[in-house]
């Protein structure tokens, strides 16, 4: 078999295994699973900037938390359901990353410059929300949890089952977009634009443009991520959706798993999700119960993996399956 | 309001932003040499304010006295970070850069949870709430003494790298990292010594900063942030710049706090930090690259 006819029965193959998984998993097992296709979806969103483009954003927490305050405001207030939310979610973020993009490419800001400013801009409007009483400020937005047998899918209102199978679905789209998006033109342009920009700019590729359309994409994806979230969690707090560690939660996984491929967002998400679990489960076996021991855990395990594999662990395994 | 009130609360803010600006300096001197941001920055910060609580309770060793042993260890264990875990990594991308020192950050204010619960620590010296006035004005004895300990200290470094052949060597790895291993230079035992020296300040500026706040093993990132906010405005890589950038964010701070909400402090630094990378991105006193 070829390499990419192996990719497509191993693909093919984990989508059946991940579309029957409600069907015999137990509600923990539903959730984990679910928290790791969020994450795999959002990091393939981060992914296009920077995996694709090459651009360092360590502010996608503002798209995650303007995506899911526009669709959760609008429920809230105007009992609109998601179905109209997601648009207006769509149009904020992807207005929030044009300005930023605009103001930080036409300034020629980059590499460090660039990640400190997407931070400023996430952190600005953290605080920002904090003052919004309207969207419950600091002590939070609830959304009413209503109805979880059937399935109300316009206003995202069900069972966790019908959760589950959102984000997959947002995931399939997302891999077949980005797996698209990486063969078309812009993915070219952006490739070049990563390895180097000035040489792709002496190629005659208007990079301004390009590097535009990476983080309208990039932040239009991330939008529905934080409209799942709104729904999934019910609540939200400008201190958690928009703090920097979501940021960070969002990017480990791509950076884990392996930077501008595919899979590689996918890949780290669950196992960084299946990591923190673990050690949760460890310590409790263990009976241990001290604040914070999970997280040095977690600290020294992604510590091994930067320094052991600064590719991710994706490409090795890949190159060991032949794929 | 009245205009002593404002004045007094400039001069506190000034005060503050004066061992803000020292933190920063670390941050500064760190990225102006070694080109890599220590995104563990605030995290060492919380760490040598809990070792000042730890001395004061054991020893009554006041943190302005502290300073001399909590700096000498921090400059052993930045030496070594450098040596040890750093060094490998100055080649590889920034993102990688980023992912080590997150890591680390994560340990260190996990760490600090894990050895000293959540709730918030501080030191209670003597003089903590003597003050003196001069005219209408109101002085914080503790706040003045952490401000001169900081510009003192901030001298220091500047007379080390300007006047000795040790901070000449530093910059001229800075200035020229390909010239400077030329010439012969270790370069990557001058990166560890300045990794160690930009510990210092900041073991400094945490000694002073427990005289004025209390400590909890969250305000880490806080701090992170607030260094890099600091540093951006006054210009990376310049040590003038921090000093300045830190005296700045202290002051909007304080008069955020006074005129609009205390929670909404943090909001104008990072609107400064916007117009700032925005219309002169390489700081106000930094140099054009």
């Known amino acids: 078999m070829t390499p990419a006819r192996r990719a497509g029965v191993a693909l093919a193959l984990l989508g059946a295994a991940l579309v029957t998984l409600p069907a015999f998993a137990g509600s923990y097992l539903l959730s984990v699973a679910t928290l790791i296709l969020f994450f795999a979806y959002a990091g393939q969103a981060w992914n296009v900037m920077m995996g694709f483009a090459g651009q360092l954003s360590l502010g996608h927490s503002l798209y995650v938390g303007l995506g899911a305050y526009a669709a959760a405001g609008l429920y809230f207030h105007y009992g609109i359901g998601p179905w109209a939310g997601v648009w207006l979610a769509l149009a904020l973020c992807v207005a929030a990353g044009l300005v930023i993009g605009f103001l930080a490419f036409r300034f020629g800001i980059s590499g460090v410059y660039f990640a400190l400013l997407t931070i400023a801009f996430a952190e600005f409007t953290r605080i920002g929300f904090d003052h919004i009483q309207w969207l419950g400020g600091p002590g939070g937005l609830f959304i009413k949890v209503e109805q979880r047998v059937a399935w109300d899918l316009p206003n995202l209102r069900g069972t966790p089952a019908m959760f589950y199978y959102v984000i997959l679905g947002l995931n399939a789209a997302a891999l077949a977009l980005c797996a698209w998006l990486l063969r078309s033109r812009a993915g070219y342009y ?9 040489a792709a700019r002496a190629l005659g590729i208007d990079t301004f443009r390009w590097k535009m359309l990476a983080i309208g994409v990039s932040s239009a994806m991330t939008a529905l991520a934080g409209v799942f979230f709104a729904f999934y969690y019910n609540n939200l707090f400008p201190e958690q959706i928009f703090h920097i560690s979501r940021s960070i939660e969002i990017i480990l996984g791509p950076i884990i798993g392996g930077l501008g491929t595919l899979f590689g967002p996918i890949l780290g998400a669950a196992v960084l999700t299946i990591l923190a679990d673990g050690i949760t489960e460890l310590m409790a076996w263990l009976g241990i119960e001290v604040p914070g021991i999970k997280q040095v855990f977690y600290g020294l395990c992604l510590l091994v993996v930067v320094i052991f594999r600064p590719h991710g662990i994706w490409p090795a395994i890949a190159r060991r399956l032949g794929l | 309001m009245a205009p002593e009130l404002v004045l007094n609360v400039v001069i506190a803010g000034l005060l503050t932003g004066l061992v803000y600006g020292l933190m920063a300096l670390g941050l500064s001197v760190i990225f102006g040499v070694v080109r890599v941001v220590n995104f563990a920055h605030g995290e060492m910060m919380t760490i040598a304010m809990y070792a000042a609580v730890v001395l004061f309770a054991a020893y009554r060793l006041d943190p302005l006295l502290a300073v001399l042993p909590v700096a000498v260890a921090f ?12 060094n490998p990594f100055i080649t590889r991308p920034e993102h ?18 894990m050895v000293f619960g959540p709730d918030a620590r501080n030191v209670q010296v003597d003089y903590q709430l003597e003050s003196f006035a001069l005219g209408p004005l109101l002085f914080d004895k503790a706040r003045v003494l952490a401000a001169a300990t900081a510009v003192a200290t901030s001298a220091a470094l500047f007379a080390f790298f300007r006047l000795t052949l040790l901070g000449k060597a530093i910059r001229a790895c800075a200035d020229n990292h390909l010239g400077a291993q030329v010439v012969g230079l270790n370069v990557k035992r001058l990166y560890a010594l300045t990794f160690g020296v930009g510990s210092a300040c900041v073991a400094v500026a945490g000694c002073l900063m427990i005289l004025l706040v209390d400590v909890t093993p969250v305000l880490g990132p806080a701090y992170t942030l607030l260094a890099f906010v600091i540093v951006i405005v006054g210009g990376l890589g310049s040590m003038p710049g921090a000093l300045l950038g830190g005296v700045l964010i202290g002051v909007s701070e304080a008069l955020a706090g006074l005129f609009i909400a205390p929670s909404a402090k943090s ?3 990072f609107a400064l930090l916007i117009l700032v990378l925005l219309f002169r991105p390489q700081g106000l006193l930094g140099r054009r690259v």
């Open chain 2, 96 to 113: 990688s850069q980023f992912m080590l020192l997150v890591a680390v950050a994560l340990i260190m204010v996990n760490g600090l949870l």
């Open chain 2, 267 to 269: 909001m104008f630094s």
């Open chain 1, 190 to 198: 952006w490739q070049a634009i990563r390895e180097d920009e000035e």
């Open chain 2, 75 to 86: 400059f052993v264990f930045g030496y070594a970070l450098q040596a040890t875990l750093i």
